[in-house]
């Protein structure tokens, strides 16, 4: 079997956590429904007829707004809120329909299910509504007798669930899929006789360069996991060149140097974001600024961000933490080479970024200590 074949491999392991996982009690308590409408009779209508109902063995939690504005402030403040039972015609005539754009928008939430309820349906026809916004269902009021309104909030409740049951699912395949790449980097940092720490200090380092530099939480994260397997091509090196307790010839550092493109044809076949991105840094990690570093000679922005910021956490936790062939350097040495090496080996601006973050780097060196 040739690296390149073993991607697939991995999308296999990285995806086999999701076959396992059975129906997760996510919270207990009761489901909020929240009720928007300025007409104070809708509001004592509908707990009355609700007041009994419950789902899944959870009762219901009335909220209720008046206006466009208090809803606002209740979802703000509620991020649970499972149904949203909203009027179109309120301080403004649309004023409704705001408050969708509002939520989907703003507040980036596309859980919660909006059942549109209008007393006007002229101010909102039924099939402009449905193609332009993102509701769950319309109903005119007058249409909503006891048993249709209960099979609605149960229709609602029940995709309200399933979607919240997906998407934990989704958070903990993602957490077993980091815990796997961050065993996978250690195996091949163990492997080396470095510790698993050195792998957490690059990833901390990377991803501490990331945020200052303006990453967004989620490119953030696949560059912390991405720096973790940067070095995963040494698992290919024989051990004779790999521990060896002193400096490689010619010869054996031109073969350690191919570790990179073992990491990259290991990584590349995946279809998985994080492991594309991994392979990249792989590849790149010991490509230098100026163009003279390997395997491909790339300069400047030639090199992934992520490979250039790896670059900077790898080097600086290996000069100054201790190796197989040399004993670690003081921290004021290590920052003095990595500053004359500025625009030379290191992007200049990341470069500034993580020593002007010095406090933090040497917090994140004293809790992964070795």
Known sequence: MGLADRGD????????????????????????????????????????????????????????????????????????IAVVLLDVVMEENDSGLKLVEYIRNELKNSMVRIILRTGHPGSAPEEKVVLEYDINDYKEKTELTKGKLFTSIINALRSYDDMVQLDLKRKELKETQKDIIMTLSEIAETRSKETGNHVK??????????????????DNEILKNAAALHD??????????????????????????????????????????????????????????DGKGYPNGLSKDEIHIFARIVSIADVFDALSTDRVYRKAWTLGNTLEYMKRERDRQFDPFLLDIFINSIDTVKSIMNRFND
């Open 9 to 80: 491999i991995m999308d296999d392991f990285l995806s086999f956590a999701q076959e396992n996982h059975g129906t997760l009690d996510y919270t207990k308590g009761t489901w909020k429904i929240l009720i928007v409408d300025d007409d104070v009779m809708i509001h004592k209508i509908t707990k009355i007829v609700l007041k009994d109902m419950t789902f899944r063995d959870k009762n219901i939690e009335f909220l209720s707004a008046y206006s466009e504005k208090q809803a606002r402030e209740v979802l703000f403040r509620e991020d649970d």
């Open 201 to 218: 200090r690059v990833s901390e380092f990377a991803q501490l360069i990331g945020k200052k530099y303006g990453f967004s939480d989620e």
């Open 232 to 289: 995963i091509g040494k698992i290919v090196i024989a051990d004779s060149i790999l521990l060896a307790p002193r400096q490689l010839t010619a010869v054996e550092f031109d073969i350690m140097k191919n570790h990179t493109v073992y990491g990259y044809d290991l990584l590349k076949s995946s279809k998985q974001p994080m492991l594309q991105s991994a392979s990249v840094v792989a590849l790149q990690h010991h490509e230098r600024y």
